[in-house]
């Protein structure tokens, strides 16, 4: 177990056009469970892969305890690293790959076979110890590749995408076998992936990364309920965040919102921050679930399209010249191009500067 | 599209088609397959098949290319001569030497140069026109040229041996040294076919195994022997028939740099045949030891296959 830091680092590809991390900070306490998210070609890998000593830092250093590991060889680094393809060594047996690194370190044969059984028994693959790689399910071999990154006990523990070759429901065991075998561990995990399930149900930290720079980091409910920036506020959540535009009035209770032709009373916690914008746009972002029938509708909207979820309906329609979606209970829920009333929770919306995407 | 049914169809044979009406679909496969197989098969039997049926045929008989018509059945006589005559024995000896020398020389200098080529280090570009400029030069050329390299008086390799204080060595005229200079000669223009041919395995190996062993503590070294190594052994197979096959029907360096001797010490298996065939005019024997000749080769990449193969079944 230790720290992980992550000191102004920065990574510039050869011949890359632009940096692919920037001036990167980030301080990881001994056993957190930290997952970077983020779009497809935000740096998540090449962060993680930094952190293995995979790729060298063009700028800034990288702590694990006490020791900087920058200059370092993996080897030298006490991490052990789950890959989205597993990188099971073929030519051996599943026994074999997982106490590779063990023998490689001269460990004593009773010693190698009693963790490598511990990890088997615990991870439900022993009877699968003689096979090849080969021979494995994708679920399984995911499984061989966490065990011989739990053999090593390793001071950090890299997981690059490891559930996305697996299928949903697989995905989703292999999600709690993960926490699970982590509140075991307790070891510092630093988990990247794209799917914001992941990161919600996985981590005591989100960091969020955008175009290589964190974009927000904190407790999932914190990325859930307070995004930052508008950025953060559609990549978490899901179904999506509706963006509406809207202006800042005064109505005859106070700071109000026009969006559309309705006009809302602005969220009283808000209202003071808004009051110094009068007249001025701003963006409103409001999630599905944050759209509620009851007694006072304040809206009415014509229905477009709507999908029964199971446990919810979710309702497309357009409001404000912008396509939206509200979760809503089956039996409130209007159909097909009907019409729907609709109230905005509007102690729940977030609302954004729509030239910077900043949070007011 | 069409090529796996041709496959299946083909390997099933008749019974397949007793089993289940032809359709149409297959008859037309049938009708392109042959269509663009056609060209190359025709070679292929002229050329290839037809010799020989005719080599096996002419092993029995006892004939002269002077004047073939006389020909004379004689049985088995020209393998059990082979027995009781030393030159096929000797011959093959050579052989064997030969490609044994060429292929534990070829073997790990290719690999340690594909190792080269595939690090960032620098003069890649360089060394990879290098090693492949004599293999893509005609093995008459390179023979020649290096018959000048090994001349015993005047040779530029007697130059540089002089220089560094050893003495004039004679090279090919030497029983001792005329096959290894061969040996030499032979990896120094097919050690460049080797590295492309690990290299490319090289290239097509992931590059997470590696990663994920030096994640796993293994040093460069430790990476190599235990990964790299081991998966590279189809490559390693493939490299290895190669060589064998190459250097067992290897005719060039006899016939131009020593005509097979000093005595005999280089007297590679085809150039004898060559010899027993067109200057000792005794064509019937030269068949019977070609026959010798395709089955040790077919023997030898078989077994090699089959020790090799339990290897890389993963
Ligand atoms: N070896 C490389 N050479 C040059 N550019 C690279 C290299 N590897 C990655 N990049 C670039 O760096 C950026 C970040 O890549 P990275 O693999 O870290 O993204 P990611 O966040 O892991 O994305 P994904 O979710 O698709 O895996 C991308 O724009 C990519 O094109
Ligand atoms: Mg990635």
């Known amino acids: ?360 | 599209m069409s090529v796996p049914n041709i496959l299946t169809a083909a390997s099933a044979g008749t019974k397949a088609r007793a089993r289940k009406p032809v359709t149409r679909r297959q008859k037309r496969d049938w009708v392109f397959a042959a269509g663009f197989l056609a060209p190359f098969m025709i070679l292929l039997l002229v050329f290839q098949y037809v010799p020989l049926v005719v080599m096996a045929k002419n092993s029995v008989l006892d004939y002269s290319l002077l004047n073939p018509a006389v020909a004379k059945f004689v049985g088995l006589r020209n393998f059990t001569d082979m027995i009781e005559y030393e030159d096929a024995a000797v011959s093959f000896g050579v052989t064997f030497l030969f490609a044994l020398g060429v292929v534990v020389t070829v073997i790990p200098i290719a690999f340690l140069l594909a190792l080269f080529l595939n690090s960032k280090l620098p003069a890649r570009g360089l060394v990879r026109t290098m090693i492949m400029l004599p293999v893509v030069t005609s093995a008459v050329v390179v023979a020649t040229m290096w018959s000048f390299l090994l001349d015993p008086s005047n040779g530029l390799i007697n130059g540089v041996l002089n220089l560094i204080g050893v003495g004039n060595q004679p090279f090919l005229t030497s029983t001792g040294q005329a096959l290894p200079a061969l040996i030499v000669m032979t990896l120094w223009q097919q050690v460049g076919f080797g590295a492309i041919l690990f290299l490319a395995g090289l290239q097509g190996l992931p590059p997470e195994l590696t990663e994920a062993a030096r994640i796993d503590g293994a040093t460069k070294r430790q990476v190599l022997w235990n990964v790299t190594i081991p998966l590279l052994s189809r490559t390693t197979l493939f490299v290895v028939v190669i060589m064998t096959v190459f250097s067992l029907q290897a005719f060039a360096p006899a016939f131009l740099m020593t005509q097979g001797g000093p005595q005999e010490a280089t007297n590679l298996i085809v150039y004898h045949i060559y010899n027993t065939a067109f200057i000792m005019q005794q064509a019937g024997y030269a068949s019977a030891l070609s026959v010798v000749l395709l089955l040790v080769v077919l023997a030898i990449s078989t077994l090699q296959m089959a020790l090799l193969r339990s290897r890389w079944n993963y």
């Open chain 1, 1 to 360: 177990m230790a720290d992980v830091s992550l000191k102004h680092v920065g990574k510039t590809y050869e011949n890359a056009s632009a940096n692919t991390i920037e001036d990167l900070s980030l301080d990881i306490r001994s056993g957190e469970f930290v997952v970077l998210v983020g779009p497809s070609g935000c740096g998540k890998s090449t962060t993680l892969r930094m952190i293995a000593g995979l790729e060298e830092l063009s700028d800034g250093q990288i702590w694990i305890g006490d020791r900087r590991v920058d200059e370092l060889e993996p080897r030298e680094r006490d991490i052990a690293m789950v890959f989205q393809n597993y990188a099971l060594y073929p030519h051996m047996t599943v026994a074999q790959n997982m106490s590779f690194g063990l023998r490689l370190a001269g460990m004593e044969k009773v010693e190698i076979r009693r963790r490598v059984e511990a990890a088997a028994e615990v991870l439900d693959i022993g009877v699968l110890l003689d096979r090849r790689p080969r021979q494995l399910s994708g679920g399984q071999r995911q499984r061989v590749a966490m065990g011989r990154a739990m053999v090593r006990d390793p001071a950090v523990f890299l997981f690059d995408e490891p559930l996305s070759n697996l299928d949903a429901k697989l995905r989703g065991q292999m999600r709690a076998e993960i926490r699970r075998l982590h509140k075991r561990l307790k070891a510092t995990t630093i988990y990247v992936t794209h799917d914001q399930v992941e990161a919600m149900t996985l981590a005591d930290r989100v960091v969020v990364l955008h175009r290589g720079k964190i974009e927000q980091q904190g407790t999932p409910q914190e990325l859930y309920e307070r995004p930052a920036t508008r950025f953060v506020a559609g990549f978490i959540g899901s179904p999506t965040m509706n963006f509406l535009p809207a202006e800042v009035v005064m109505s005859d209770d106070g700071v109000a919102l026009k969006l559309d032709e309705a006009i809302l009373p602005a969220p009283a916690a808000k209202a003071e921050g808004l009051a110094k914008r009068l007249g001025q746009p701003v963006e409103i972002g409001v999630r599905p679930e944050h759209f509620v029938v009851d007694a006072a509708p304040a809206l009415t909207v014509t229905v477009d399209m709507a999908e029964l979820l199971g446990p919810t309906t979710l309702v497309h329609f357009t409001f404000a010249g912008v396509a939206c979606s509200a979760m809503l209970p089956p039996e409130h829920a209007s159909g097909e191009g009907e019409q729907q009333k609709l109230r905005i929770a509007f102690d729940r919306i977030s609302i954004f500067d729509p030239a910077t995407g900043r949070a007011l």
